[in-house]
């Protein structure tokens, strides 16, 4: 979540300066690789059946922080937002959905590069 916390920060204050145009591919690149290395520890550590779960956690740190940071950055956006509503828990479930599946997928490649790897050490 600390991850998530960051880039984003660093998100919204390089978009709000002059050199945008660099800031914002870098930060996500930065975001990008430093998921990807805490995922692949994740999958070289943690036992399988852990992974989904890390996954899960991620996911609902990951709605966490774009709810908080939409709300202290952005607070005229979410002065018509009724929070229970069926639109707002759809975009929300869709939000949690992206997040999750962008963790699990490489989570599924690193376990199978771990296995590979178990395997070739076995021969």
Do not use: H, N
């Amino acid at each position: 979540m600390v991850v998530e916390a960051m880039s984003l920060s660093g998100y919204v204050l390089g978009s709000k300066s002059e050199y945008a145009d660099f800031f914002k591919p870098a930060v996500v690149l930065l975001f990008a690789i430093l998921m990807f290395l805490l995922l692949w520890l994740a999958a070289v550590k943690l036992p399988k059946r852990w992974i989904v779960a890390l996954c899960v956690l991620l996911s609902i740190g990951g709605v966490v922080v774009l709810q908080a940071f939409g709300y202290f950055f952005y607070p005229g956006l979410i002065k018509d937002v009724q929070f229970f509503s069926v639109d707002y828990l759809l975009l929300t479930l869709r939000s949690f959905s992206a997040i999750f599946f962008g963790l699990l997928l490489p989570s599924i490649f690193f376990l199978c590069v771990r296995a590979l790897r178990l395997k070739q050490r076995q021969k």
